[in-house]
């Protein structure tokens, strides 16, 4: 994930680049259409006469009005597309996002114009030569009067003709292949999901269980919500926290609440600021907002299962990804390659271990009882200090024990993992600040762990 992120960046540079070659060489071209006005085929010509002004001939053409559009939702969707724009205001990044679609209409349209153009009788009028009545200058009278395919004589003046557009025939086919992804995804995703537990948790986090009939998803996976209520039109993934089972057919999410989208869903699943949970029976459910889940889609998170030897990295609320492989865990998943799991959580605040503190906890008891106690190396990192006594409650004392205070030793872990799991490849996985990704990703490439190979996946959704 992280290369495929790397290589989305720089394609996206490139494409800047060559936007900013494209139009500068549009602008030379009007110049060069204004100063070289052509006396001799005034039809050719895209000026109305010699020494037009540059300016009046892109704003008075198709070409030229159109091209200013295009590039005004360049500019709009690159600027909006930035990190700090993303999170300071998606709504922002949302709707100027979806100017593609306006982009793509217009494109085709930029293409009517018929600035382009070329000369439709070759052989009457073949280039370079005399135009009808007209001699060469530099031939004798008996020279001129050679015969009629002389290559200076002229049958007729020349004729042009705009290119046919044929830009529709580029953007048609991914149009429609991009239309009926969406009419799929519509018609999935098109009857709400029933809520049937809502969970407020400490750090401003809300866990989300839902019902959905037909739905099946793998640990790993994301969905994409959709409410009304909040907005019709704003769509946002979530990984998924849990996944239905034979036993459990209920899928769940954990979000944080950051921003204008989730507060407005919170409020409307927890109207009262007090309450901390509301878990209702099926006959007994009240009016929820109308919820769509779109997916579920697939991540480098489901690789996590497909090594021997997998590092799951958390930073904060980025343990969703791996909350749904500890379940997973849990539920006694039997088809996977994975025999040994280093999940290492970092967090500010002791108290967001508590999201998923009694998950944990369960896997921990579950392991011993199998006499596996070796399967999970669990390592949890708190930077802050305050109200560390408070882990210390019975039901979590497992976790107690593996409770560090301050940040990992990044050298040292993968200097272990490669003494333990000599020539083995290791997943490594993070879902978490770009500090951590940047370190584990440098860790990743150096070679010297006794042999063994460290392969980074790295998710993010901002």
């Known amino acids: 994930m992280e290369n495929k992120g790397r290589t989305r960046r720089q394609g996206e540079d490139m494409e800047r680049v060559i936007e900013v070659v494209h139009v500068s060489a549009h602008l030379v071209n009007v110049v060069n259409f204004s100063v070289r006005y052509s006396e001799e085929f005034p039809s050719l010509n895209v000026a109305r006469y010699r020494g037009e002004d540059p300016r009046l001939i892109i704003l008075t053409t198709v070409p030229g009005i159109t091209g200013i559009l295009l590039v005004l939702i360049l500019f709009l969707m690159f600027t909006a597309s930035s990190y700090c724009i993303r999170v300071s205001n998606y709504e922002i990044f949302w709707y100027t996002h979806n100017l593609f679609i306006v982009f793509y209409i217009i494109l085709i349209v930029h293409v009517v114009g018929g600035a382009l153009k070329y000369q439709t009788n070759f052989e009457a009028h073949p280039p370079g030569c005399l135009r009808a009545n007209q001699t060469n200058p530099d031939k004798t009278e008996e020279e001129s009067g050679q015969a009629e395919g002389d290559v200076w004589s002229c049958r007729e003046e020349a004729r042009f003709q705009p290119n046919s557009p044929e830009t529709w025939l580029w953007v048609s086919g991914p149009l429609c292949l991009y239309c009926a992804e969406r009419l799929y995804r519509y018609i999935r995703s098109n009857s709400p999901v029933t809520i049937v537990a809502v969970v407020r948790h400490p750090c401003d986090v809300i866990e989300l269980r839902m019902l959905k009939k037909d739905f099946n998803a793998h640990p790993g996976q994301y969905i994409v919500l959709n409410c009304p209520s909040v907005s019709s039109f704003e769509n946002h993934p979530f990984t998924l926290t849990a996944c239905p089972t034979e036993k459990k057919e209920t899928l769940g999410i954990h979000l944080r609440v950051v921003g204008d989208w989730t507060e407005r869903f919170t409020e409307l699943l927890l109207p009262d600021p007090g309450a901390e949970s509301e878990i209702l029976p099926m006959v007994q459910q009240r009016r929820y907002p109308k919820l769509y889940v779109d997916g579920p889609f697939g991540s480098s998170s489901q ?160």
């Open 303 to 462: 690789e996590v299962f497909n090594y021997e030897v997998s590092l799951c990295v958390a930073g904060g609320i980025g343990v969703t990804p791996f909350a749904c492989v500890l379940h997973a865990l849990l539920d006694g998943w039997r088809h996977f390659r994975l025999r040994r799991l280093y999940f290492v959580w970092v967090c500010r605040e002791l108290q967001s271990f508590y999201w998923f503190a009694e998950l944990l906890c369960a896997l921990h008891h579950k392991l011993w009882q199998e006499n596996r106690p070796d399967y999970l190396n669990l390592q949890l990192f708190v930077s802050q200090t305050d109200g560390l006594q408070n882990i210390s409650e019975e039901r979590y004392r497992p976790l107690s024990s593996r409770l560090m205070i301050g940040r990992p030793r990044w050298k040292l872990l993968f200097e272990e993992i490669g003494r333990t799991n000599k020539h083995k490849r290791v997943g490594v996985f993070c879902c978490g600040p770009k500090g951590i990704s940047r370190t584990l990703h440098r860790l990743c490439n150096s070679d010297r762990y006794s042999g063994t190979t460290f392969e980074f996946n790295k998710e993010s959704f901002s």
